[in-house]
């Protein structure tokens, strides 16, 4: 969903489309369970995370995720989640 709200607003249809076909392809989706909603409020009780970044890394965490990819330096706090940071890697 994030990823798509900059090509929208600039009503770039093909970046949507690549981004779609991209993320179609790619990504796994995984419903909201209770138990990802109960472990997204520990995240928040325990880290600064919002709302939204602590069910992300719930659910990666409720699928033992290898690699959470994200340009968000606040899941850096998150040791028991291997966080890789886009702008970091590209900076190397």
Same mark, same amino acid.
């Given at each position: 969903m994030e990823v798509l709200v900059v090509p929208l607003r600039n009503g770039n249809n093909s970046?949507?489309?690549?981004?779609e076909e991209l993320l179609l392809s790619q990504v796994q989706?995984?419903?909201?369970?209770?138990?990802?909603l109960r472990q997204s409020a520990n995240l928040r009780?325990?880290?600064?995370l919002k709302t939204p970044d602590a069910i992300h890394a719930a659910t990666a965490l409720?699928?033992?995720?290898?690699q959470f990819i994200t340009n968000d330096k606040?899941?850096?706090? !998150?040791?028991?989640?291997?966080?890789?940071? !886009?702008?970091?890697?590209?900076?190397?």
């Open positions: 970046l949507v489309a690549d981004y989706l995984i419903p909201i369970s209770q138990s990802i009780a325990t880290s600064n409720s699928v033992n995720s290898n606040g899941f850096h706090n !998150l040791s028991s989640l291997p966080v890789v940071i !886009l702008s970091e890697v590209l900076a190397s």
